[in-house]
């Protein structure tokens, strides 16, 4: 087998992509053959991973285990106990908060209708209402001219600058 398929299979093998046969040729290749330096390493640990030595497992370590399961399940559903009250104490400030709110509302709207003062009529004769109106309009009318009249002037200019800038492109 080739170092290049080794490492390749090697690379795999690190991802958890290689199929049983795949490390079979691994496990046949590090232990018959001779490797270069710097696949010591992964030799050392492949053949590590793959020996048939019997793991010694203490003998209370079950017991220790579910003595730490049963303490974490109690102090999960003390956790959540503690935290279900706080939720219910969120939920009734948030109502009384919006009662608050909602009464502040209303009697900050009752003072200002109070307070307002109704509108006086400012003129008393329609005549002069209906100038002063036609006056405004006439001056409204004017700005808006003038507004239009100086986009008509900038859409020239665009269109003057464009021109050169084509001309100055098919120049080059």
Request: charged content about 35%; overall charge negative.
């Amino acid at each position: 087998m080739r170092v290049e398929e080794i490492e390749r299979l090697l690379a795999e093998f690190y991802e958890g992509n290689t199929s049983e046969n795949q490390e079979e040729k691994l496990k046949k290749y590090f232990e018959t053959q001779n490797v270069p330096e710097h696949l010591e390493k992964d030799k050392r640990l492949f053949l590590c991973f793959h020996k048939d030595v019997p793991v010694e497992v203490p003998a209370a370590l079950e017991d220790k285990l579910i003595r730490m399961i049963d303490t974490k399940e109690q102090e999960e559903i003390h956790f959540f106990r503690k935290n279900k009250s706080k939720r219910n104490w969120r939920w009734v400030g948030g109502i009384a908060a919006s009662i608050v709110l909602l009464f502040g509302l209303g009697y900050s709207i009752s003072n200002i209708s109070d307070t307002m003062e109704k509108p006086k009529e400012t003129f008393t004769d329609p005549e002069v209402a209906y100038e002063v109106l036609q006056a405004t309009l006439m001056e409204v009318s004017m700005g808006l001219n003038n507004g239009v009249d100086e986009m008509i002037d900038t859409q020239k200019d665009i269109r003057r600058t464009n021109r050169e800038i084509k001309k100055d492109l098919q120049l080059q």
